[in-house]
Structures are given as C-alpha cells and as structure tokens.
C-alpha cells in the first residue's frame, strides 16, 4: 500500500476517529499483554492477577497486584512518535475521537485533548474504591503501599481500592463504550492502530464506521480479522508509519525537497 496514497485520505479526512490498542506503546517500553512477547503469554498466573473475581476474594492476589502496580513500566514511560503522530493530527483540526484500550494515559500525557480521548478499559494512573466508587490519583495509594501497607483500603469506607481499570470479569462501563461507538459512527476515516481487533465490543467500532461510510486503515505488526476488508493495511512499525502519514502529502513531499 502507497503510504502517499493514505496520507491523501488523511488530508481529505475531516473527522478521524482512532482505536488504539497495546501495539502503539510497546515502543514506550509497555509489554503487550497478548502479543508474542506479552506477559500474560510469558506469564498465565498473571492474568488471574487481572481477574476481578480473585481480586475481591483473595488478599494475597491484592497484595500482588500492589507490588506489580508499584512496579509498572508504565511509570517511566514517555510517549513515542506513534502517540505524538495522533496529536499531530488533532493539533491539524482533524481528529474527531481518541478510543483507546490503553490504560497508560500516554496519549494525554503526548498532548491530545483528556475530552478526546475515550478509555475503554479505564485508566491505572487513578484508583477507584469499590466499596464507594471514590476515585483519585493512584500515586496516593501507592505511596501507601511504599510506606509498608500492603492491601491499603478506602480511607472513607473501609472498602476495597483497585486502579481505575476494566478487569477480567469486570464489566465495561455502558456509557464509554456508547460514546465510542457514537464517535466511530460519525468518522470519515477510522484508524486502528497495534490493537488485533480481536476484543469486543471494542472492535466492533470497525464495522460501525465502515458501515457508515468511513475509509478504514489498519496499522498493526500482526494480521486482524478485519484486514480483508480495510481500505489499506500497514504492517510496519507504528512509531515510523503513524508520523509518515500523519503529517500530510504537502509537508511530507516538502521535507523530501
Ligand atoms: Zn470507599
């Protein structure tokens, strides 16, 4: 596929919806958890550490799930040129709507608008009580585990505190998956970005912008369902091919003069 041919719809584009999954902050340096290299993949015990069932029941996997939040590679990451592509596309006036899988916040943390952005699964750098539903930032509560607390509970209620995230077991919240499929309806061009589209109803944005008409391209290192159907596949790394054809036929054939 013509990457001059894509970045000729993106310049046409007008309201650009992305669905971003793991694949574009890997190189951030923040595992895929399904991927080849990916740590439940690595690891199975520890996908019942996401499990909210054995969150609720059993203290030891709690008191995991604090030492491998106080130990996230996500802490130190910063925003790679496939995020800083996505802002550059906002800061062009054509970015509609931000729908992430991710929970790493890196796409505010790059510069796109929080009220663009639409976390599907939540965010880790909040935590949220489940006795109370309080939310707040998850540096309080992790101070907490540093200072030797090793299942710290709801100063307000007693109740069980956990990242502000969608778990295994846990149901979405209606209202954002509703929001973003709205959005998907309403995009001209549809971007999936490092997600497999294989996790719904999150990937059935696709469809409901191909239904409406949108242009659909897929950037991906590993084959989707969805390929034999999208307007263009781009299967090399994120970080180069979302900044080539972010940044518009005329400033790229510029930079080549
Ligand atoms: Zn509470």
């Known amino acids: 596929m013509d990457l001059d041919e894509v970045r000729g719809w993106i310049d046409d584009a007008r309201r650009i919806v992305a669905l971003t999954g793991a694949g574009i902050s890997t190189d951030s ?10 740590v439940w993949t690595k690891n199975p015990r520890a996908e019942k550490l996401s499990n909210i069932h054995h969150y609720l029941s059993d203290p030891e996997v709690r008191k995991a799930s604090w030492q491998s939040r ?20 906002e800061r062009r006036g054509k970015l509609h709507a931000l729908i ?40 309080k509560v992790l101070e907490r ?3 030797g607390e090793p299942d710290p509970k709801c100063r307000d209620c007693g109740g069980i505190l956990k990242s502000d995230t969608i778990s295994f077991g846990q149901q979405l919240v209606p209202e954002v ?17 490092g997600t497999s589209l294989q996790v719904y109803p999150v990937a059935g944005a696709f469809d409901i912008a191909r239904g409406a ?25 994120i970080s180069e091919v979302l900044p ?14």
């Not at 943390?109 to 935590?127: C, D, Q, W, Y």
């Not at 998956?177 to 970005?193: K, T």
């Open 70 to 89: 106080l130990n996230s590679p996500a802490w130190n990451a910063s925003p790679n040129p496939g995020h800083l592509a996505l802002v550059a596309l």
């Open 177 to 193: 998956i509703d929001r973003a499929m709205q959005a998907a309806g309403e995009a001209d061009l549809f971007i999936a970005v």
């Open 145 to 147: 585990v540093r200072a």
């Open 29 to 38: 340096g923040i595992p895929d958890f399904r991927g080849p290299q990916g």
């Open 213 to 237: 008409g949108a242009k659909t391209v897929i950037v991906n290192a590993e084959p989707t369902p969805y390929d034999a159907v999208a307007d263009a596949v781009l299967s090399s790394s």
């Open 244 to 257: 080539a054809i972010a940044r518009g036929r005329e400033s790229a054939s510029r930079s080549l003069q």
């Open 100 to 139: 992430t899988q991710n929970i790493d916040e890196l796409h505010q943390l790059a510069g796109n608008s929080p009220e663009r952005v639409i976390e599907v699964h939540g965010t880790m750098r909040k935590f949220m009580c489940w006795g109370c539903g309080m939310r707040g930032p998850m540096q």
